[in-house]
């Protein structure tokens, strides 16, 4: 079974980076993309942007470009999300997922970034 | 990119159908045959439940059913069932290649 692992919950000060991970399992990592979406407090789903993990070609919602990067690590078939510039609105849980095509068919379980002072 | 617009609510007792509109535009929802659906219950990850409009993944109940026309896509639970209350969410693969959410809907069984 297809198995995505995020990092562990983080609290950051505005102004601040975060870095979440995600590390793939039980399939070819370099075959498929991984996404990255995030939900603020009682709020919808969010998409962030996508990597393929095979040649690290990235695609970024406008709303982002400039703050986030979606980077991968082959040799440990881990997807990695760095976001900028963090504020408090940035509080939210960030999920990645992997593309079974045009839509997403395995997520992590999630990681909760909070951005406070 | 502006969310696709869902109703914020739906609500329907055991037995019943009910029906989730997920309304685009023709950069998205209108141009490709890309719409998704997922269910989320809460403090849990989504899971997908329609992909492509109406294909349905191995091991999702086949009481779950999609459609499209034009620049709007539907959900369709029949037979509705407690375990079916959750938020559902449509997404939608665009013309400039990313991805779009709807705004979500909290489906209630009475």
């Known amino acids: 079974q297809v198995q995505l692992v995020q990092s562990g919950a983080e609290v950051k000060e505005p102004g601040a980076s975060v870095k979440v991970s995600c590390r793939a399992s039980t399939y070819t990592f370099t075959t498929y993309v991984i996404h990255w979406v995030r939900q603020a407090p009682g709020q919808r789903l969010e998409w962030m942007g996508w990597i393929n993990a095979g040649n690290g070609n990235t695609k970024y919602s406008q709303k982002f470009q400039g703050r986030v990067t979606i980077t991968r690590d082959t040799s440990a078939s881990t997807a990695y999300m760095e976001l900028s510039s963090l504020r408090s609105e940035d509080t939210a849980v960030y999920f990645c997922a992997k593309s079974g095509g045009y839509h997403f068919d395995y997520w992590g379980q999630g990681t909760l970034v909070t951005v406070s002072s | 990119q502006s969310a696709l617009t869902q109703p914020a609510s739906v609500s329907g007792s055991p037995g019943q159908s009910i029906t989730i509109s997920c309304t685009g535009t023709?950069?998205?929802?209108?141009?490709?045959?890309?719409v998704s659906w997922y269910q989320q219950h809460p403090g849990k990850a989504p899971k997908l439940m329609i992909y492509?409009?109406?294909n349905r993944p191995s091991g999702v109940s086949d009481r779950f059913s999609g459609s499209k026309s034009g620049n709007t896509a539907s959900l369709t639970i029949s037979w509705l069932q407690a375990e079916d209350e959750a938020d559902y969410y449509c997404?939608?693969?665009?013309?400039?290649?990313?991805?779009?959410f709807g705004t979500g809907t909290e489906v209630t069984v009475l």
């Open positions: 492509d409009v109406s």
């Open positions: 997404s939608s693969f665009t013309s400039s290649s990313t991805r779009v």
């Open positions: 023709s950069s998205d929802v209108g141009a490709y045959n890309y």
